[in-house]
């Protein structure tokens, strides 16, 4: 078992490597939604109120996740393209080492000992959906997949803050945007629609197979220079769950068993989200997290005022001020 900090190591090597691998990655939502602010005592030295925040993680790190498709039922084929020419193995769920489980996106990634969940060649011409369930509301900074086959064609992130109800786009990638999606390519979102996904085809630089494909929440929003007051943002960010679907599979050959998805790591960076008045998060006895709120808030993201301490409307912490409600 981990301890907490290695986790927390885990996750600040990933996103150092994520910087690494995706130059284009807007530093400003790190900035915003990690660094700037990682205060998790609730009140200063002298007692007083002030900002806090529980720890950023890598969320999905040891999360059991939802796929759709996973190889090995039936055994079946499949080939890689490598450096001196291509290796062909054998899924089959019957034989524990040559299975590609679902447990595989969210264990210790370890460059030296690379594990991989692998949906079917054959299932690969429908849609495969991978579902990471939060428990509760976080407020996400990055997604980011590592492939170790090749990667799609044609992806799409969605997020739900009803608990899987209801979802919204949160990314496209595909090689023909309005075709697949209807949405333009676009890298930037309009100061009047700021929660709009956007598409991208910049995943789709050659070789196709492996690599990294990294979402930042924030990367080409307007406001998020001013994340603290934008309440439009502060929505943006928030989730309870995450769904991933791959549409359609780069062509690699035109032989079925070189296409299929295949993922060596799923990561979400990011914190429970408990308004400012939480610095702790921890797991309750029905194994969901839940804030610890302070600052006489209540509620599962600490969003309202504790009975009797009513006596000015409840407000988000900011980095100036605590708002803590007030009573008698
Ligand atoms: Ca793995």
Redesign the pocket.
Known sequence: MLTMESQCFISVFNFIALFILAPNFYRHSFLTVTASSARTDCYDDYGRPQRCLPEFHNLAYGKRIYASHSCGKPPRKFCKWQLRGHTCHVCDSRIPSQTYPV????????QNN????QADPKQSRENVTLILSLGKAFDITYISL?FCGPRPESMAIYKSLDFGKSWRPYQFYSGSCSRVYGRPRKAFADRENEQEALCTDAHLIRPLQGGRIAFSTLEGRPSASDFESSFVLQEWVSATDIKIVFNRISAVSKRQEYKYYA???LAVGGRCRCNGHAGRCPISRDGKPVCECKHHTAGNNCEQCKAFFNDRPWRPATETSANECVGK
């Open positions: 447990k595989y996106l969210t264990d210790l990634h370890n690379v594990t991989c969940w590592q993922v060596s790591d």
